[in-house]
Nanobody, 124 residues
Framework: VQLQASGGGLAQPGGSLTLSCTAS????????IGWFRQAPGKEREGVSC?????????YYADSIKGRFTISRDSAKNTVSLQMNSLRPEDTAIYYC?????????????????WGQGTLVTVSS
């Protein structure tokens, strides 16, 4: 069972990036998939979550609401995070995680499997 986050890189303020979370060994649509980020010197924070296929509800942190969109492509076994209108404060390592789903989607303790992270840097 392995998760892989990819798609990070350097973006200018106002720019866009799309992160992808792929899995080997299990099917993502049966899990709630969360995106988290950790900036230097800060705690890891929940960014967004999409519930499993029975629901597919989506959740967003206030700091990124209206700018980021999470989506699932079951055929590709992938969950994506489209990030628009990027700001320097979005700079962080972004992780995807899989779990059974809970009312506290932002709590990293509710996720069982983690990818290794992908670095997003927003700078001019």
């Amino acid at each position: 069972v392995q998760l892989q986050a990819s798609g990070g890189g350097l973006a200018q303020p106002g720019g866009s990036l799309t992160l992808s979370c792929t899995a080997s060994g299990f099917t993502l649509e049966y899990y709630a998939i969360g995106w988290f980020r950790q900036a230097p010197g800060k705690e890891r924070e929940g960014v967004s979550c999409i519930n499993d296929r029975s629901d597919n509800s989506t959740y967003y942190a206030d700091s990124i609401k209206g700018r980021f969109t999470i989506s699932r492509d079951s055929a590709k076994n992938t969950v994506s995070l489209q990030m628009n209108s990027l700001r320097p404060e979005d700079t962080a390592i972004y992780y995807c995680a899989a779990g059974p789903g809970s009312a506290w989607w932002w709590d990293s303790a509710d996720y069982d499997y983690w990818g290794q992270g992908t670095l997003v840097t927003v700078s001019s």
